[in-house]
């Protein structure tokens, strides 16, 4: 069974910086790549950001591109997410997840069913 623990969200104003980290538990998942996703109350959750299990490919949301970076660390089983330039928009619950597949040409992926508590992200104007 895996366990995915996300943390480092909180409250933070316009145009500032968050680290959002991703812990897993359970088994390693060093050999898929991992993605964050954010949901709004009331909205379907998004995909926000992907990982290659390398490191060697990112794909990023139009809305997040150049601002957001994704990275990973396998020895640790840690995915991370770095949010500069935060918007009130970026106002979401975060989560991370592996994928089951991605196809690093236009983004469509498929996800495992690991769903995590999330942390949430409040972006003030």
């Known amino acids: 069974q895996v366990h995915l623990a996300e943390s480092g969200g909180g409250l933070v104003q316009a145009g500032g910086s968050q680290r959002l980290s991703c812990a897993a538990s359970g088994r390693t998942l060093s050999s898929y790549a991992m993605g964050w996703f954010r949901q709004v109350p009331g909205l379907e959750r998004e995909f926000v950001a992907a990982?290659?299990?390398?490191?060697?490919?990112?794909y990023y949301a139009d809305s997040v591109k150049g601002r957001f970076t994704i990275s990973r660390d396998n020895a640790k089983n840690t995915v991370s997410l770095q949010m500069n330039s935060l918007k009130p928009e970026d106002t979401a619950v975060y989560y991370c997840n592996a994928l089951k597949s991605m196809l690093w040409a236009n983004g469509e992926h498929t996800e495992f069913d690991y769903w995590g508590q999330g942390t949430q992200v409040t972006v003030s104007s």
């Open positions: 990982i290659s299990w390398n490191g060697g490919r990112t």
